[in-house]
């Protein structure tokens, strides 16, 4: 399954997609800010993300046990990744 995020999101939040399974790709629009705690975590067919030069924070545990993520780009502007954010 793949999800467009609207350049009008500004802010995933927290677990919003939480244990979304059948999540294999998210394109993330610029206007994007910042990717909440938990907001994929347990995205478990998820393989690729690539963040936009306009977020600046990933939040704790945002990727955690997405077992199939192998391709990550993060962009230059980001200054936070926190704990265990791809864990």
């Known amino acids: 399954t793949h999800v467009l995020v609207s350049p009008s999101v500004t802010v995933i939040d927290k677990g919003v997609f939480r244990?979304?399974?059948?999540?294999?790709d998210v394109e993330l629009s610029d206007g994007l800010q910042r990717?909440?705690?938990?907001?994929?975590?347990?995205?478990?067919?998820l393989v690729r993300i690539m963040t936009p030069s306009t977020v600046v924070e990933i939040g704790v545990q945002a990727?955690?046990?997405?077992?199939?993520?192998?391709?990550?780009?993060l962009c230059v502007g980001l200054k936070q990744i926190l704990q265990r954010a791809f864990k």
Not at 35 to 45: E, M, V
Not at 63 to 73: A, G, H, R, T, Y
């Open 35 to 45: 990717i909440s705690a938990h907001a994929f975590k347990n995205c478990s067919s």
């Open 19 to 24: 244990k979304c399974r059948l999540l294999s």
């Open 63 to 73: 990727f955690m046990d997405c077992s199939l993520l192998v391709e990550v780009e």
